[in-house]
């Protein structure tokens, strides 16, 4: 079994930033991506960001490019999701992903592993 523990959700005003943080534990495998999404209340889970196995392929979906960064961690299970400018329509549960392919993707069914979601809310 795979483990998935996501951190750094909070409450922030709109404009600030704030840095969510995965770990991967357990019975993990080597060559995965890792990915963000997001789902807030009444929509679909949404694609945020992928990192490579190798931490140098890059996948933003098109609304968060230029305020997201995400990024491989050391040791390489973990991965971060650096979010700036925020504003109250991100307000969602952020959830880690790991997929079983060292390749970035941006669809919730190529995913193998979620993590329980970490809550963000933007105060306007």
């Known amino acids: 079994q795979v483990q998935l523990v996501e951190s750094g959700g909070g409450l922030v005003q709109a404009g600030g930033s704030l840095r969510l943080s995965c770990a991967a534990s357990g019975r993990i495998f080597n060559n995965y991506a890792m990915g963000w999404f997001r789902q807030a209340p009444g929509k679909e889970r949404e694609f945020l960001a992928a990192?490579?196995?190798?931490?140098?392929?890059?996948y933003y979906a098109d609304f968060v490019k230029g305020r997201f960064t995400i990024s491989r961690g050391k040791p390489r299970n973990t991965a971060h999701l650096q979010m700036s400018r925020l504003a109250p329509e991100d307000t969602a549960v952020y959830y880690c992903?790991?997929?079983?392919?060292?390749?970035?993707?941006?669809?919730?069914?190529?995913?193998?592993?979620w993590g329980q979601g970490t809550q963000v809310t933007v105060s306007s």
């Open positions: 990192v490579s196995w190798s931490g140098l392929d890059l």
């Open positions: 992903a790991v997929r079983r392919s060292p390749d970035v993707a941006g669809s919730p069914d190529e995913y193998d592993y």
